[in-house]
């Protein structure tokens, strides 16, 4: 089965840095084939025959033991990566009128009503959740006023991780079986 892995919070700013070199190779080691990163972000697209939990579980503990930290890891099948991905309005992009981006929810915060609960102008700001996931859309002249950024404040902010839309879409077509 494809799996795609999201790790949290590596090389941006003065957070852990991993090579993206050094995690196919440990992907590799651990079993996982047809092992592919993309990007800088923490972006892994495999397969293997393991339950996604088992696989959350071996890829935290190896990570921890090759990089001396604790790296939240978050797994999706490739079904999953497609439902959310097809859930993004095709005319929502990121360019010069609009943002869009993907907060991929860890289990604990998954929950619909938690858009209820962030501290943004709704009124600025479309955003919605499809299964374990917030996809939102903000007009650039809005970005602002949506008060987005106050999440970075919010108990949930550190069990998501986000990617704009543009690389939403270019995991789940890798993780597809077509």
Known sequence: MKYVAL?????VGKSIQVPMKR?????????YLNVITYLNSGNIVFDSADKKEHIRKVLEEKLKEEFGQYIPTLVKTSEEMMLIKNSIPDEWN???TQQTYIAYLFEDVAKPDLIDDLPIKHEYIDIRYVHEALIWN??????????ITKI??????DKMTTRNVNTARKLAELSSDT
């Not at 790790?7 to 090389?11: Q, S």
């Not at 970075?152 to 902010?157: Q, T, V």
Request: aromatic fraction near 10%; charge should be positive; hydrophobic fraction near 25%.
């Open 7 to 11: 790790l949290r919070g590596i090389n």
């Open 23 to 31: 995690l196919k190779s440990l992907m590799e080691q651990i079993g």
């Open 94 to 96: 990121n360019d010069e």
């Open 138 to 147: 903000i007009k650039r002249e809005n970005y602002n006023k949506s008060h």
């Open 152 to 157: 970075a404040n919010h108990y949930s902010y």
